[in-house]
């Protein structure tokens, strides 16, 4: 098939449609839902889904949706997946398509992804000629509630089998439509723990007669940070970062207890084991030097996302293809973020991208989780047709909807 260029390509599948789908994405923004909540933008989804064609799943993962089109005789498959779950944060910006829900608002923009994998399922079914199987998966819950892995669990790759999977997520900073990718790992494993220190009280006059909770907790938030210093390989990456320390309520009692809560984050799997052991030795044991017993809580939460060599390759080709090279950065930064389409990279080989936003003064350049924070609509055409020249070159054919 002749490889048209972008501008033509853009205009023939998108752009007489694309106000469709800003329309769509505000909709979206003005009535955001929460993890595993989102059954009004999944009706949304499934609904449309259905009217252009597509064989329509709801409720894996409680509120998912997962749309298969099949078209010739390959038994090829590949997969592309967009999350729906807002955020509880209060919007700021009086936008006429702000929330509708006070303490809810689309921080992160996946009403965008939403909408841009909703544009692309239409000009896929419309007008890409392809051969195989394309499932789009729309997923709740990515907002630490692990929706990615709720929904592989329930099946999605028994059910839906893909060779690859491909997902995006817009980037504030990055030039408004430029394309980013990262082979390997990407962004970070993200773990949580709790420490609790158990001591004994009294009277600040007489703190010889106590063991000082505080003290302990001064001294572990201290200690913690040689783990990254003395610990951890130097060219590797690690954070620990103690967000908050409790206790005490008078000035002049010496607390009996504290309780700590830790961010862990690495991008090398090796270095995430290291940090738990270290962590949990280090609170135990500076704590006991002090006379006070310490307990550590953890809790594992998103994995290392690593993106696999070839599906990068293939998906840095397709952007520089359709964009031109000076839209693409083919080797990012690995970013200490967590994203739980780790999970997928973990089962089925593919790429974790980014396509950026907004930078300087462009619209869209305020980060995300930020109450002043907006999707920028202008980025929703090249993201549709990224993912429409995506299957055509990953399922190639002749066989087309036209």
């Not at 259905?50 to 894996?60: E, F, I, K, N, T």
């Not at 398509?97 to 921080?107: D, F, K, N, T």
């Not at 709740?140 to 690859?164: K, Y």
């Not at 619209?363 to 055409?381: E, R, S, T």
């Amino acid at each position: 098939m002749a490889v048209p260029d972008a501008a033509s390509y853009l205009s023939r599948s998108l752009a007489t449609r694309v106000g469709e789908f800003i329309t769509l994405r505000r909709d979206i923004h003005q009535h955001p839902e929460l993890a595993y909540e989102e059954h009004r933008t999944s009706e949304l989804v499934a609904t449309r889904l259905a009217a252009w064609g597509y064989a329509v799943d709801r409720g894996l993962g409680g509120t998912g949706v997962v749309g298969t089109l099949r078209r010739g005789s390959s038994q090829r498959a590949i997969g592309l997946r967009a999350d729906m779950d807002a955020l509880p944060i209060q919007e700021s910006v009086q936008r006429p398509w702000a929330s509708v829900h006070a303490g809810r608002m689309h921080a992160c923009g996946h009403d965008g992804h939403t909408a841009a994998l909703l544009a692309a399922a239409r000009a896929i079914v419309e007008d890409a000629a392809f051969d195989g199987t394309v499932h789009l998966i729309f997923q709740p819950a990515e907002e630490g509630q692990a929706g990615a892995a709720r929904m592989m669990a329930e099946g999605l790759f028994e059910r839906f089998p893909c060779e690859r999977i491909f997902a995006l997520h817009n980037q504030p900073g990055l030039p408004a439509g430029h394309f980013a990718f990262r082979a390997g790992p990407t962004m970070a494993s993200s773990d949580y723990a709790t420490i609790h220190l158990q001591g004994k009280g009294g009277h600040g006059a007489m703190p010889h007669q106590t063991a000082d909770a505080v003290v302990a907790a001064a001294a572990i938030v201290m200690a913690l940070q040689t783990i990254v210093a003395r610990n951890v390989d130097p060219l590797h990456t690690a954070v620990v970062t103690v967000g908050a320390l409790h206790a005490g309520e008078a000035n002049n009692v010496v607390a009996d207890q504290a309780r700590m809560e830790l961010s862990v984050r690495a991008l090398d799997p090796s270095v995430r084991t290291l940090l738990k052991r270290r962590i949990m030795e280090v609170a135990t044991q500076q704590a006991a030097s002090l006379g006070v017993a310490a307990s550590v809580d953890w809790r594992d939460g998103y994995p290392v996302l690593v993106n696999d060599a070839a599906a990068t390759t293939f998906a840095t080709q397709v952007a520089t293809e359709l964009f031109g090279p000076e839209r693409v950065i083919t080797q990012i930064a690995p970013i200490t973020a967590s994203e739980d389409f780790a999970y997928m990279l973990q089962e089925v080989p593919g790429c974790y991208f980014y396509v950026g936003n907004g930078a300087g003064g462009e619209p869209g350049a305020c980060a995300v989780h930020n109450p002043q924070y907006d999707f920028n609509d202008a980025i929703l055409a090249p993201a549709a047709a990224f993912w429409v020249r995506l299957v055509e070159r990953y399922l190639p054919g002749r066989v087309s909807g036209v």
